[in-house]
């Protein structure tokens, strides 16, 4: 995330020396973190997707995305930043990245055909490219050579050792990461409400529970501290500790060694 801030705060200032999917990239993956939505319908947003909330305009809006595979329409609930905020924080609400993606899009709408209007992630291809130019919208191919240039890029190492050289290898970014990320970290704030964690992020319960909340060593660490500091004047043989590797496996647990 630290590395999209850094982006983020480039653009701002008008300082970002990149092209215009490099900088749509940074606001695709903001939102992706922040809401925990799958691709599809991040790359399917409408221009009109931000709505103002019914009951709390001044403070919330609704983002309103579409989920293909069940057909149906997700709203969102985000927190808008308000004015006098803006002008001492940094603005990174949700509400306030799609009004900036809204604006310095906004000038290619008149100029892609109709079935392109709608799109949310316009952009204007590089003329030395590929495809000779044009404008286009943001999609799964495209956003996977610029998000691997957006790794190269910050030099962002994730945590599998290469065996030839010993060292890091470059970090997957994808969405699943982040979403994987929001769900985990929302699970954290509720207290471990699997529920709300799975409303959030469009799922049943027991989806998210499957695919979303995998359990870390360090999650294992803070429980068996937590435990034994509870209960101090148990015998050695009484004393709670990790659960052994079959155990794990068996309740089909992914734990990062």
């Known amino acids: 995330m630290s590395a999209l801030s850094t982006d983020l705060a480039l653009i701002r200032r008008g300082?970002?020396?990149?092209?215009?999917?490099?900088?749509?990239?940074?606001?695709?993956?903001?939102i992706a973190a922040k809401t925990g939505r799958n691709p599809t319908p991040l790359f399917e947003l409408r221009r009109d997707a931000l709505q103002p909330h019914p009951l709390k305009p001044d403070t919330h809006a609704l983002l309103i995305t579409y989920k293909r595979r069940g057909n149906n329409i997700a709203v969102q609930s985000l927190r808008r930043t308000r004015e006098i905020e803006s002008a001492v924080s940094v603005r990174t609400d949700i509400a306030t990245l799609f009004q900036e993606v809204l604006r310095f899009t906004s000038p290619l709408v008149n100029q892609v055909p109709a079935e392109l209007k709608d799109c949310l992630w316009l952009f204007e291809r590089d003329k030395r490219g590929k495809y000779g130019g044009g404008i286009t919208c943001l999609n799964c191919s495209n956003v996977h050579y610029v998000t691997g240039r957006f790794v190269v890029k910050h030099n962002l190492r994730g945590d599998d050792i290469d065996p030839a050289s010993g060292e890091e290898k470059p970090l997957q970014l994808t969405f699943m990461r982040l979403r994987k990320t929001f769900a985990s970290r929302l699970w954290h704030l509720t207290g471990g409400d699997v529920v709300r964690t799975a409303n959030a992020l469009g799922n049943q319960p027991q989806v998210t529970d499957a695919h979303y909340l995998a359990v870390t060593q360090r999650w294992f660490d803070v429980i068996v501290l937590s435990a034994n500091a509870l209960k101090p004047n148990f015998a050695e043989k009484r004393m709670i500790r990790p659960p052994s590797a079959s155990w794990r496996k068996r309740c089909k647990y992914r734990l990062k060694r």
């Open 15 to 30: 300082d970002f020396q990149g092209s215009q999917s490099e900088r749509l990239l940074v606001y695709i993956l903001l």
